[in-house]
Nanobody
Framework: QVQLVESGGGLVQPGGSLRLSCAASGSVFSIHGMGWYRQAPGKQRELVAVISSAGSTNLADSVKGRLTISRGNAKNTVYLQMNNLKPEDTAVYYC??????????WGQGTQVTVSS
């Protein structure tokens, strides 16, 4: 089993920045990739960014140029740097990890609120 814990969310004004962190524990050797999803009120969960064990990244078109996914030296830690935040970025952000069989694991989520 893999356990994921997110941190770094909070309230920020439009144009501001936040950095989300996700730490994985448990059977971290089985992780092939990690990513971030978000769910806004009244909307379905959507993919924000993903990074593979090889270091390749993919981001949703809506966040390219503003959000960046990265990992620490160990693959059990990932970050989401969020710049120039907009009100439409308001959502609960969930850390995700998948194993070699593409089984997903999820964190509890961290709230990001962008408002004046």
């Amino acid at each position: 089993q893999v356990q994921l814990v997110e941190s770094g969310g909070g309230l920020v004004q439009p144009g501001g920045s936040l950095r989300l962190s996700c730490a994985a524990s448990g059977s971290v050797f089985s992780i092939h990739g990690m990513g971030w999803y978000r769910q806004a009120p009244g909307k379905q969960r959507e993919l924000v960014a993903v990074i593979s064990s090889a270091g390749s990244t993919n981001l949703a078109d809506s966040v390219k140029g503003r959000l960046t996914i990265s990992r620490g030296n160990a693959k059990n830690t990932v970050y989401l740097q969020m710049n120039n935040l907009k009100p439409e970025d308001t959502a609960v952000y969930y850390c995700n990890a998948y194993d070699g069989d593409y089984i997903d694991y999820w964190g509890q989520g961290t709230q990001v609120t962008v408002s004046s």
